[in-house]
Every structure is written in C-alpha cells, then in structure tokens.
C-alpha cells in the first residue's frame, strides 16, 4: 500500500482570506515503510510574509521572491501523490491550502473523505488527554527531533512519517511482507558442474600421545563430568 505523508508551511491560517502555501514536503511509504523518494518544493506567494509566520518557519518574503509560484509546479507535485491517501497532522489545514492553491490554477479538489488521515484525530483516539503536537508525539515515542529548529515541511513530513507508523502500531506490518512476495517455479536446480567427493582422510593418534592423554585424565580429581567407571 502507496501513502503520502506531507506537510505544508503558508503565510497565515486561511487561504480564503488571502493566506497562501510557500512550502510543502512529502514522504512516501510503501506498506509503511520510508521509500526514500521525497518531493519538496518552495513556492512564492505573491504576497508578503507576516512577521508571525516567518517567526515559525523562517521563510523570508525575499527567500521566496524568485521561487515559481505554485501553478507552475502543479504537475510535478500531483505526479508524486498520484491516488495514494494523504496523511498530514491536523490535516483539515494543509488539505485547506492544498486544495485552495490546486482549485486557483483550475484544478479539482482532493478528496478529503477518501484520501484524507489525520494524524491528529489518530493520536487523540489512542491517547486521549496526552499532548498531541508533533514535537509532543515525537517524545512519546522516543523520536529524535533534536534537528528541528524551525518548521520546515519536509522534516516535518519525515518526523510525522515516523510517528504516523507508531500511531498504527510500529514496523510489525512487515512481517508479513513475505507472504506477498511471489516466487517464480524455474524448475529444480541444476549443479552447472559435477560435484567432486573426496574420500575422507584417516588420522591415526600414535600411541605415546594415547598413553600422555590417559596418565593426564587420571591426574584430575574431582572432574566436572563426574567419576569416570573403570573397567
């Protein structure tokens, strides 16, 4: 099973109201497990950066000032997700902008119903009272973090990769990847060359050495092996 799990960095709260994605990383899982393929992209928002955004991310209006703006890497980004359901935290928020910035340049919405895991409504699910920030799942679940300065969309995708599969119970899901695995019948197996046996060689212990080992073993009193009966 393909997922996607991504995160997104924007100007503000809400697209409706101006706000605009700038960031976003995604982290794809084959079965639950990292593949290593990544997609991450910065995007300029043809706007300005307030300063309590930049406070959490550090993306700076003039960082952004040369970066495409998101239409012109739509498509890169929709190749990478394809169809796979998309796993965010708190993922009604990146699914806003996501899907505010695709409906802009005259894409379809993603599907939150069908595609949609939130990671959020996970964690609150199975551990009801605890905190539920990353930062906070990421300690529970003894996650290194300690690289994680600002908010950056592709760290934190790969930080929630590795929560997200805590939160469904660890790596145990592949133990039973051995049984998807197909195996092709090429017929039995040849030796591409005759197998040579050799006759086995016969070591004669000379007779003084049987006679020291023999004087030895009965110098030893009180052996581990126990008394040894004598015929």
Same mark, same amino acid.
């Given at each position: 099973?393909?997922?996607?799990?991504?995160?997104?960095?924007t100007?503000?709260?809400?697209?409706?109201?101006?706000?605009r994605?700038v960031?976003i990383g995604?982290? %794809?899982?084959?079965?639950?497990?990292?593949?290593?393929? &990544?997609?991450?992209a #910065? #995007?300029?928002?043809?706007?300005?950066?307030?300063?309590?955004a930049?406070?959490?991310?550090?993306?700076? &209006?003039?960082?952004l000032?040369?970066?495409?703006v998101?239409?012109?890497?739509?498509?890169?980004?929709?190749?990478?997700?394809?169809?796979?359901p998309? *796993?965010?935290?708190?993922?009604?928020?990146?699914?806003?902008?996501?899907?505010?910035e695709?409906?802009?340049? =005259?894409?379809?919405?993603?599907? $939150?119903k069908?595609?949609?895991?939130? $990671?959020?409504?996970?964690?609150?699910?199975?551990?009801?009272?605890?905190?539920?920030?990353?930062?906070?799942l990421c300690?529970?679940?003894?996650?290194d973090?300690?690289?994680?300065?600002?908010?950056?969309?592709?760290?934190?995708a790969?930080?929630?990769?590795?929560?997200?599969?805590?939160?469904?119970? =660890?790596?145990? *899901?592949?133990?039973?990847?051995?049984?998807?695995?197909?195996v092709?019948?090429? =017929?039995?197996v040849?030796?591409?060359?005759?197998?040579?046996?050799r006759?086995?060689?016969v070591?004669?212990?000379? %007779?003084? %050495?049987?006679?020291?080992?023999?004087?030895f073993?009965k110098?030893?009193t009180?052996?581990?092996? =126990?008394a040894v009966?004598?015929g």
């Amino acid at each position: 099973m393909r997922e996607i799990v991504f995160d997104t960095e924007t100007t503000g709260f809400k697209f409706a109201e101006g706000d605009r994605m700038v960031e976003i990383g995604c982290v %794809e899982l084959f079965n639950r497990v990292e593949t290593g393929r &990544t997609f991450h992209a #910065y #995007y300029c928002p043809q706007r300005d950066m307030p300063v309590e955004a930049f406070n959490v991310h550090g993306l700076s &209006t003039q960082f952004l000032s040369d970066k495409p703006v998101f239409a012109a890497g739509v498509a890169d980004l929709l190749d990478f997700i394809g169809d796979a359901p998309l *796993i965010a935290h708190n993922a009604g928020f990146d699914f806003a902008f996501l899907n505010g910035e695709l409906g802009a340049c =005259g894409f379809p919405p993603i599907c $939150t119903k069908t595609r949609m895991v939130d $990671t959020l409504q996970i964690a609150r699910s199975k551990h009801p009272g605890a905190k539920h920030t990353l930062d906070a799942l990421c300690s529970r679940f003894g996650i290194d973090r300690s690289h994680r300065v600002l908010h950056g969309a592709l760290l934190d995708a790969q930080l929630l990769a590795q929560v997200y599969v805590e939160l469904m119970g =660890g790596r145990q *899901i592949g133990l039973g990847l051995l049984s998807d695995i197909v195996v092709a019948d090429t =017929g039995p197996v040849v030796a591409s060359t005759p197998r040579i046996v050799r006759p086995p060689r016969v070591f004669a212990v000379p %007779e003084g %050495e049987l006679r020291a080992h023999a004087a030895f073993m009965k110098g030893i009193t009180d052996p581990l092996w =126990g008394a040894v009966a004598s015929g």
